[in-house]
Nanobody
Framework: QVQLVESGGGLVQPGGSLRLSCAAS????????MSWYRQAPGKERELVAR????????NYADSVKGRFTISRDNAKNTVYLQMNSLKPEDTAVYYC?????????????WGQGTQVTVSS
């Protein structure tokens, strides 16, 4: 049974920091690219950050470059999102995603989301 369980969300003041965690189980974590997405009220879900499976290459949305850092610990089956210098526009539900393409078949898993609210 595949599970992605996010944690670490909450209420933070502008300029503050949070670290999100996503604990994975039920699949070979090290073989999957891991991503964080977010969805604000009334907006489309958007990719925030992604880290590849083996080499650990990262890429980020322009809106979070220099402020957010994605990392993974394959020994713990966990991916993290360190968020610094948070802004009100970062307020959203943040979702963890695992993705792998094997012989043209895509495996795609999602967590339930964790709320991040940036407000004074």
């Amino acid at each position: 049974q595949v599970q992605l369980v996010e944690s670490g969300g909450g209420l933070v003041q502008p300029g503050g920091s949070l670290r999100l965690s996503c604990a994975a189980s039920g699949f070979t974590f090290s073989s999957y690219a891991m991503s964080w997405y977010r969805q604000a009220p009334g907006k489309e879900r958007e990719l925030v950050a992604r880290i590849t499976s083996v080499v650990g290459i990262t890429n980020y949305a322009d809106s979070v470059k220099g402020r957010f850092t994605i990392s993974r610990d394959n020994a713990k089956n966990t991916v993290y999102l360190q968020m610094n210098s948070l802004k009100p526009e970062d307020t959203a539900v943040y979702y963890c995603n695992a993705n792998r393409l094997v012989y043209f078949r895509e495996y795609d898993y999602w967590g339930q989301g964790t709320q991040v609210t940036v407000s004074s």
